[in-house]
């Protein structure tokens, strides 16, 4: 049974919550303006970052994502990173410092020693296609590969995950931590399309679950390290660019609305009506678990193993969920990491990888014998098919 600890409601409702790794601390992100609040494990306030910013209004859907907060945690001490709309804070206890950047996502490497931030300070248009290695002071002191939406860190340590992403293919990275900047490994998952949030790890490390895409509501769920595809699923279709109201139908359902608990076997999904689904992996069931009255807005494990949800009537509870912490298998990090090589790489990276959609693994010119897809296909498959024919029919041609 899962039970409510702590209550709390809120001015106004926050569309993600993203917890400390190891402290009892958490942040949201409100859902009416680019302003960052933090709670501690009983849900009273104790820090604030840009209360007073202006009110989104009803942007359209594109401006809006542009301005929402990227947040990062200190692995090991009580400091958030928060970077929107050109300005870089830093929230310690102490208070809240800041500076001028250009940065849209922003990641602590495992050690907390610098700050991983992308896109690149220079190279102009191409500046995407790298980021940089960061002192706590803002100085840009190296270079490293492309990525673009979060850093998650395997239970076991020695590996992160991180996106980088494209209209047509999303590649999910896996690397190490060396000479302070992020060395991608040689093996990587395509998922479909883009606009998918940072992964989240089962407690155990053996799967993964990421939410997304920018055309559809997805959930899909991989095996790590063998990176096979567990579960996909389309939960609901998006609102048109054009819908009066936007923001309000995008309260209707989040894209941070997943969590592992204690038990590396379920998966929690908040529900646009007031509910968490316990989504048992092995068993291949759901359960419905209700919370409140109004919609989820976000979801996110405190280190405890607690869950902390959102609603999208400010309302903001602490749960207890069944389940004893696990051990996290460092095997299947060794085992991942042997299987795979180091590549020093910037750029588009797609021909440097081997890469795998959780079904077939793609190696050295496989795609570019691909000529026929169909409509249930992946985009990039699709594209790539559609590229291959084009370049074959030029070359049968007398």
């Not at 693994?361 to 496989?366: E, I, K, V």
Request: hydrophobic share 40%.
């Amino acid at each position: 049974m899962i039970e409510a600890v702590h209550r709390a409601l809120l001015a106004a409702p926050v569309e993600r919550l993203v917890a400390h790794p190891r402290l009892p601390l958490v942040a949201g992100v409100d859902a009416t303006r680019p302003a960052v609040y933090v709670w501690d494990l009983h849900l009273r306030p104790v820090g604030t970052i840009s209360a007073d910013a202006d009110s989104y209004g009803n942007l359209p859907p594109w401006e809006r994502y542009e301005q929402v907060p990227e947040l990062a945690w200190h692995p090991h001490e009580p400091m958030l990173l928060v970077t929107a709309g050109g300005v870089l804070w830093r929230w310690t206890p102490d208070g809240v410092t800041t500076w001028p950047t250009e940065y849209g996502s922003l990641a602590f490497s495992p050690d907390g020693g610098t700050v991983w931030a992308s896109p690149a300070s220079v190279g102009g248009e191409d500046a995407w296609l790298a980021s940089d290695v960061v002192e706590h002071d803002a100085s840009v002191v190296g270079g490293g590969p492309r990525w673009d939406t979060g850093v998650a860190e395997h239970p076991a340590g020695g590996l992160v995950l991180t996106l980088a992403s494209d209209q047509g293919a999303t590649l999910v990275l896996f690397a190490r931590s060396e000479d302070r900047r992020m060395r991608i490994r040689s093996r990587a998952l395509v998922l479909d399309a883009d606009g998918y949030e940072t992964p989240v790890w089962s407690p155990d490390g053996r799967r993964f679950a990421v939410r997304g895409n920018a055309y559809v509501q997805s959930l899909e769920v991989y095996s790590f390290p063998a990176l096979e595809r567990q579960v996909a699923l389309t939960l609901r279709e998006p609102a048109p660019a054009s819908t009066p109201d936007w923001t309000e139908f995008a309260l209707d359902w989040l894209r941070n609305d997943i969590a592992f608990g204690h038990d590396p076997d379920v998966l929690w999904m908040g529900t646009p009506e007031g509910a968490l689904l316990a989504l048992d992996l092995a068993a291949g069931t759901a359960t419905t678990h209700p919370v409140g009255g109004a919609g989820v807005t976000a979801l996110a494990r405190m280190a405890s193993g607690q869950l902390v949800v959102a609603d999208r009537d400010g309302g903001l509870v602490l749960l207890s969920v069944p389940g004893a912490p696990v051990t996290p298998d460092a095997d299947g990090v060794a085992g991942f990491l042997a299987g795979t090589e180091p590549i020093d790489a910037t750029g588009y990276l797609w021909d440097e990888l081997e890469r795998t959609d959780g079904v077939r693994t793609w190696r050295d010119d496989d795609l570019a014998r691909v000529v026929e897809a169909n409509d249930d296909d992946p985009t990039w498959l699709r594209l790539q098919a559609a590229i291959n024919q084009v370049r074959s029919d030029r070359t049968d041609q007398p």
